[in-house]
């Protein structure tokens, strides 16, 4: 097995979509949810996040609260 190989079976092709937390359907929570499904470990805060979904923190906090049940802080 050459070293390739085995590198290339440590790398995901997508992020590994766990059912344990709900995820919103629509914009601009669901674009939020997207990036830190992707990066767990975004360290950006809400208000930075926004700007993903072209909108206010207040109205992602809002949207993602209704949507999923839960807050992003």
Do not use: K, W
């Not at 937390?21 to 360290?43: E, K, Q, T, W, Y």
């Amino acid at each position: 097995m050459s070293t390739y190989s085995i590198c290339e079976s440590f790398v995901e092709d997508q992020p590994t979509l766990t059912a344990a937390l709900p995820m919103p359907s629509n914009d601009p929570a669901a674009v939020i949810a997207v990036a830190l499904r992707f990066n767990p470990g975004d360290s950006r805060s809400v208000a930075e996040l926004a700007t993903l979904g072209h909108c206010s923190a207040r109205t992602v906090e809002r949207d993602f609260r209704a949507q999923t049940g839960i807050t992003l802080r």
